[in-house]
């Protein structure tokens, strides 16, 4: 049978050590007895743990998001993308982020509404190109005619004229082709937002998967009810309805029905499984889009900008709209002249009918800059010349008819 083994509490066994040693030690017992009991009281023991409670305090700690402080924490966390777009994008998202103090998901949104800001002038100048683009175009039907006929004659001459008549149009009405292209800068702005988002939710960056809202609330899962791919999809077919980010509806038909049709369902296709994070991207820049699109076609939104009006069905060149008279803007004039159209006055030529239709905020003489022409002097000019070359022909036949006397 085992010894029985006595319990006894720390501090007995502890004064029982301190007897064992007595002899030892050349202090009396009474001290060392006491010396222990204060050692004993000084310790501190942990108070009883409740495993239920301390469940509960890890998981709030855990559904708290850091709060960050410093910029470029970003980069210390493994994101770093060197210099381009994604820098731009990820230096722009850490200080909003920053300064803000907003959850994820309101982040990003401020900062795609910043760059939409920041470029929103691209947006006008190309929607002002448009529109000049489609009122000229308008009135150049009878030369793309001559130009298509001489192209089948293979007529060289009345090629270059119908050509030069085109590009004289073009530059009279303040059009430059390359501000219908300034919208395109937002492609690689995009494309960094893209890939700084699928990067961070990939990580992921702490605090995105609490960083969310509503039924999106980690911003690393996608959304499990398709709300937001469905809302991007939506987004982009009412964008393309309007006629594109300009609203100029500047595409071919076909072509615009085709985009507007397809696209929609290969963004809704494309996105259903991205993480939410990049889902609100697009789905809030498709909503921008469309809200750009809707301005854009108001008549007081473009007047507000002095940008100009939109040619549509009320607006023909056979109306008598009081836009379509103030078809061309140029660029560095603001006077207004307006004038009314005879019904059955001759037919013009463009340069004539450009001018004579009392467009608003024309260049009249006085404000030529030097050393440019006015209308009239190119029309007197163009009379001078046919005027000359009938005398040159006059001439030569009178020389032939003399050689053959």
């Not at 800068?185 to 893209?194: A, V």
């Not at 309805?241 to 507007?260: F, H, V, Y």
């Not at 008549?299 to 103030?326: H, T, V, Y």
């Not at 463009?350 to 002097?377: D, I, M, N």
Request: proline share 6%.
């Amino acid at each position: 049978m085992p010894p029985c083994r006595t319990l006894l509490p720390s501090s007995s066994r502890l004064t029982l050590s301190a007897l064992s040693v007595r002899f030892a030690s050349t202090t009396s017992l009474a001290e060392e007895i006491s010396a222990v009991d204060s050692g004993i009281a000084e310790t501190v023991f942990p108070p009883p743990t409740d495993p239920l409670l301390t469940d509960l305090d890890l998981f709030e700690s855990a559904s708290q998001a850091p709060v960050y402080t410093e910029y470029g924490f970003l980069k210390e966390l493994g994101l770093d993308f060197g210099w381009g777009p994604t820098s731009v994008m990820q230096w722009s998202l850490e200080h909003v982020h920053i300064i803000t103090g907003t959850p994820w998901w309101l982040s990003i949104i401020l900062t795609m509404v910043v760059t939409r800001i920041i470029i929103f002038k691209t947006y006008l100048a190309s929607a002002d190109t448009s529109a000049r683009i489609a009122v000229v175009n308008a009135h150049l039907k009878d030369t793309e005619a001559r130009l298509k006929k001489a192209k089948a004659e293979k007529d060289t001459l009345k090629m270059m004229q119908s050509t030069q008549e085109m590009r004289t149009a073009y530059q009279l009405a303040g059009i430059k082709m390359w501000k219908g292209l300034a919208p395109f800068i937002n492609i690689p702005f995009g494309y960094g937002m893209f890939r700084l988002l699928r990067n961070a939710c990939s990580l992921p960056v702490p605090g995105l998967e609490t960083g969310g809202t509503l039924w999106f609330y980690d911003l690393t899962s996608a959304d499990p009810y398709f709300i937001l791919p469905i809302v991007t999809g939506a987004g982009t077919y009412f964008m393309f309805k309007l006629g594109g980010e300009t609203g100029a509806r500047s595409i071919p038909g076909p072509i615009l029905k085709i985009m507007q049709n397809a696209l929609p369902i290969f963004s809704i296709v494309f996105t259903a499984y991205w993480p939410a994070g990049m889902q609100i991207s697009m789905a809030f820049s498709s909503v921008m889009a469309t809200a750009q699109s809707l301005l854009l076609r108001q008549g007081w939104f473009r007047r507000f900008w002095a940008i100009q009006p939109l040619l549509d069905s009320n607006n023909s060149p056979g109306s008598s709209s009081s836009e379509f008279k103030s078809m061309v803007i140029p660029t560095q004039a603001r006077t207004v002249s307006s004038g009314p159209e005879e019904a059955d006055a001759p037919k013009k030529s463009l340069l004539g009918t450009l001018t004579e239709k009392g467009r608003k905020f024309v260049k009249t003489h006085e404000q030529q800059p030097s050393g440019r022409r006015t209308y009239a002097e190119i029309e007197q000019a163009k009379r001078y010349e046919e005027k000359r070359r009938k005398e040159i022909n006059q001439v030569k036949t009178q020389r032939r008819q003399q050689g053959q006397l």
